[in-house]
């Protein structure tokens, strides 16, 4: 276990999660405090933070600290501050981003590092958002198919997911190795998502159904995952590497508002 100085972690199950307390974001962070976050970072894949009222600069600020920001390449920022998307859903919306398992962005040829998401506006229950560790669904496979599944490259594309925009532009598509070795942790994870992928390579239409659907159901098991319950000034910071996440739409029409700053993955420094 891992012991830190400057601030408090509280991980939320053995694999995945923790809760971070004893630090304000919407200030300049110490030295020491941004050195034990990325180990907090690499040790629970996904942090969470409470009561921080960040405002973009202090958003964006904190993004920096992990890496340079990176521009979403399907969605558009908001005015002044093109790396921050927001993130909106009321009784008005057909549909919402992530309600899905999905890892942020697979579809570009080098996906960020990670995001992190502030909401300042949650519907008065649900709204809830599942994370899981890719590091655990590879572990949980056998020795045949970690094999199996480490000669395979997917396909990773963006168009259906972005259809709905009705723009007349094509989206990314990328192709990934199904296992990746972490850069920072050099563990092994299983790099699937069933909402951007949308064929295995190299193999017969029906076996890439198959193997579709074997990692689908792999990765939803509750094993690997925690699920964030969010309250108004909540933030997640999530490995984008590593963990994927899945945004309940469970609060239609209620409100659930926010913004997200995504972060490249161009340093690999714990
Ligand atoms: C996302 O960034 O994929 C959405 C996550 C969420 O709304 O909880």
């Known amino acids: ?21 004893g630090i304000d974001l919407t200030q300049p962070l110490s030295n020491q405090q941004v050195e034990e976050l990325h180990t907090a970072f690499a040790e629970h894949l996904v942090i969470f ?33 093109p790396e921050i998307i927001r993130l909106h859903a009321d009784g008005n919306s057909d549909h919402v981003a992530g309600d899905m398992w999905h890892s942020d962005l697979s579809c570009d040829p080098n996906p960020p590092l990670g995001s992190v998401l502030y909401l300042h506006t949650l519907p008065p229950l649900g709204g809830d958002t599942l994370f899981a560790s890719m590091y655990a669904a590879y572990d949980a496979l056998s020795d045949s198919m970690k094999a199996y599944v ?51 390579n190299g193999v017969p239409e029906r076996e890439s159904n198959a193997i579709f659907r074997f990692l689908s159901d792999h990765c939803a098991d509750a094993m690997f995952h ?45």
């Open 150 to 200: 480490e000669s395979l490259a997917a396909t990773h594309d963006a168009n259906p997911i972005y259809a709905y925009k009705g723009e007349n532009r094509r989206y990314n598509v990328s192709i990934h190795p199904l296992v990746k070795t972490h850069p920072v942790t050099k563990k092994k994870l299983l790099y699937f998502n069933e909402q951007y992928v949308s064929k295995i």
């Open 226 to 270: 925690t699920r964030f319950t969010w309250e108004p000034h909540s933030i997640a910071f999530w490995d984008n590497r590593c963990a994927q996440h899945y945004a309940i739409w469970d609060y239609y029409p209620h409100e659930r508002s926010g913004f997200r700053v995504t972060i490249a993955n161009n340093l690999h420094t714990a």
């Open 49 to 81: 933070f409470r009561d921080q009222k960040v405002d973009h600069e202090s958003h964006k600020r904190f993004g920096r600290y992990f890496g340079d920001l990176y521009f979403h390449s399907a969605s558009t920022g908001i005015p002044d501050h």
């Open 1 to 21: 276990m891992t012991t830190y100085e400057s601030i408090k972690v509280k991980p939320m199950t053995p694999t995945i999660g923790a809760v971070i307390t």
